[in-house]
């Protein structure tokens, strides 16, 4: 069993910045795809940003430009950097690892963008 750990949460302005960490207990981090979701009242849980075993990113189109995920596979880590927050970012963050078809989550860390 891998154990996830978030994290940087916390509340910050409209248009202010967090950075968000998951911290993951398995020796072979850098086998998993590192995916950061959020889940906000009353809304379905989404990918927000993705990162492969290589380092490719991806993410969804409302963050493109201002969110960024990496990875440090030696600290066994993998980052969300938030910039230029909206209000309609309040969410639950959660960190899921991936490998073939083992998937594993954290515990979540909230963010709070309040209006």
């Known amino acids: 069993q891998v154990q996830l750990v978030e994290s940087g949460g916390g509340l910050v302005q409209p248009g202010g910045s967090l950075r968000l960490s998951c911290t993951a207990s398995t020796t072979i981090f850098n086998m998993y795809a590192m995916n950061w979701y959020r889940q906000a009242p009353g809304k379905q849980r989404e990918l927000v940003a993705a990162?492969?075993?290589?380092?490719?990113?991806n993410y969804i189109d409302s963050v493109k430009g201002r969110f960024t995920i990496s990875r440090d596979n030696a600290k066994k880590t993998v980052y969300l950097q938030m910039n230029s927050l909206k209000t309609e970012e309040t969410a639950f963050y959660y960190c899921?690892?991936?490998?073939?078809?083992?998937?594993?989550w954290g515990q979540g860390t909230q963010v709070t963008v309040p209006s």
């Open positions: 990162i492969t075993s290589t380092g490719s990113t």
């Open positions: 899921n690892g991936r490998w073939g078809s083992r998937s594993y």
